[in-house]
């Protein structure tokens, strides 16, 4: 059993906490039995850690585990995993615009699988997909999708030309309508800002969703709905 704050695998699991380390490590960590199950159904664990002598796997002790904690919520299990994502060819493909709130990436992860947006990317700015947080929102969601994080301006320029149709989602206005019979890019932008200019010139039309009551709808919302009255079709 570890006991020591001075073990070198406790050190290295502490330091997983950090978008940095996760980043040099292309590790990250799961925590609770429902996420460390859909890990190993997925093959991405390299090493289960727990507090129960009754779960095979490295034993330590509870304080260290305390330590090791990242919510409120206490778990007697965590599982460290390897960075995959396999590459899908999908005909809509869902981007994000510096969404930044890791709750609300992991909340349009669900919905992007619930509508088989199975492609997934991140702009360089967009929450980090391996954040507890994000993780925990998306359901699982995260195992499932091809995600990818890099320059979104020069990934929709290229599939435009390889004949995709971009559009983006707007709270105020709507302009065209998507071809349902041409692959398809929905965007959803920053939580305050919206779109980035450069992302808006690069559009081929812009979705609104009507409301009542109230100006604009949260981001996972409106994505969640743009993305279902697609995959209706």
């Not at 994000?96 to 088989?116: H, K, M, T, Y």
């Not at 391996?130 to 359901?139: E, L, M, Q």
């Not at 435009?160 to 559009?167: D, L, P, R, S, T």
């Not at 890019?185 to 450069?198: D, M, T």
Request: proline letters at 2%; a negative charge.
């Amino acid at each position: 059993m570890i006991e020591s704050k001075d073990n070198k695998k406790f050190k290295s699991w502490m330091k997983l906490k950090t978008k940095k380390y996760r980043d040099q490590m292309d590790q990250y960590i799961v925590y609770g039995q429902t996420f460390v199950d859909l890990a190993l159904k997925k093959g991405v664990v390299e090493e289960i850690v727990t507090t129960n002598p009754n779960i095979e796997g490295t034993l330590i002790s509870e304080v260290l585990m305390k330590e090791l904690k990242v919510t409120e919520t206490s778990y007697d299990v965590f599982a460290v995993c390897k960075k995959v994502s396999t590459p899908i060819v999908s005909n809509q493909i869902l981007v994000l615009d510096d969404v930044q709130n890791p709750d609300n990436v992991g909340a349009i992860l669900r919905s992007a699988l619930a509508f088989n947006f199975m492609h997934v990317v991140f702009s360089n700015h967009t929450a980090d997909l391996y954040n507890d947080k994000t993780i925990r929102a998306s359901g699982g969601a995260l195992f499932d999708l091809y995600i990818e994080r890099l320059d979104i301006h020069e990934f929709i320029t290229l599939k435009k030309q390889n004949g995709y149709q971009v559009f983006g989602a707007d709270a105020h206005k709507s302009e065209l309508e998507p071809d349902k019979t041409k692959p398809f890019i929905l965007v959803l932008g920053n939580e305050g800002q919206g779109l980035r200019s450069k992302t808006i010139e690069l559009l081929d039309g812009r979705l609104n969703i009507e409301t009542h009551h109230v100006e604009s709808l949260n981001v996972t919302v409106a994505g969640s709905i743009l993305m279902y009255e697609w995959s209706k079709q």
